[in-house]
């Protein structure tokens, strides 16, 4: 494991004082972001306060993504990990004016770590919302869909995305009500998904052409789709085309926050549904059979509150769920009707009608959607969009 010299000790030029951990004063990263430097001789580390978080990042770690690793083109990483050598000291260190920790080793290498790197991969953070916060948060920031296609159509694309990454939903108005417009508008906005279910476009209504509830006038519990998929496929989109009976409201319920509220009340349940993997199955009969497992919260490698994944789907959970043991199983069922409860309280749930015109853009790995049970003849169109490509152009309208 790397060491730290005793030749660290000393005072260093402009922000560094004379302690047992160096601790300077703070300055500018960027014109909004505040740092503080400290180093530990005895746990091999660095510790670098950033205006959102602190980080403990190890000599290993600065050693392998030194600036000049990486191709200046590509940015991939260009250095072999074995040719790494890890055995070695930190010898000194400074800070640049362009926000590079410049590092002096032992082995008389110097290397280059850009602080401004770990500050940016910080800037898109989940927001929680439920019913009390749905309609300042959401509801009155639908996007005009002109503003897609005039002047300001960069400014709206961005506002969009944005919407998108915080929130998980995001509403586009005044789109013409026919297939044709919304395979536009959502061509416009990303990649349309080619599914099992048809190619790019869908058209719903309650005529039983599939074994499935969304093609009936039934209520549907708020859920997320394709939990049978290995990967569930990532955006959803709904347009109600007409509608000439009552009922048919849209429901939605934001994983994220029954995440927080659950690993509030208990976080036994919460450590239960981020660690047992359920079974899922969809089968049309004849035509037919996808299987895949997961667990219902699935946190980004930060660890909560970010969210990588809520898969829930009460309809397509198997009934083999023969690998959990007797005590998962008993916390599992526990934990979900916990979950449950969370999920289809009012407090959590939000109601609203689609009309025709108001596209819906709904994230599937965050997102419960689900409806009310309705009258008359109600026909939606959408599609499943890619979510990757959403998150690339969510992050690049940060910077």
Known sequence: MAKTAKSLFHTLPHCFLRSQLFKPNCRNLSSHVKYSIEVNNQKDFLRVSLKSRVLNLSFEYLLDNN?????????????????VNQNVDLIDWRLNDDNKLELFWGDKRTTFFDLSLLEESSKLKQVFWDSSSFNKLIWSRAIDVNGLNGSECEKSMDQFYGLFARYGVVFVKNVEANESATKKLCEKMGIISRTYYGADMWTVAADGKHADTFATNLAIRTHTDNTYFDAPLGVQVFHCLSHDGSGGETLLVDGLNISRLLRQKDQKSYNTLTRVPIRY????????????????????????????????????????????????????????RKAAILIQSPENEVTLKLSPGLVVFIDNWRVLHGRNSFTGNRVLCGCYMERHDWRSKAALAQF
């Open 67 to 83: 600036v000049h690793s990486f191709d200046p083109i590509s940015s991939q990483r260009m250095e072999n990990i074995v040719d």
């Open 281 to 336: 199955r969809y089968l049309d009969p004849g035509k037919a059979m996808f299987k895949a497992s997961g667990p219902m919260i699935t946190e980004e490698c930060e660890g909560f509150p970010s969210l990588k994944q809520f898969r829930y789907n009460d309809y397509d959970r198997d009934i083999d769920q023969s690998h959990l043991s007797l005590e998962d199983q008993r916390a599992f069922f526990k934990a979900l």
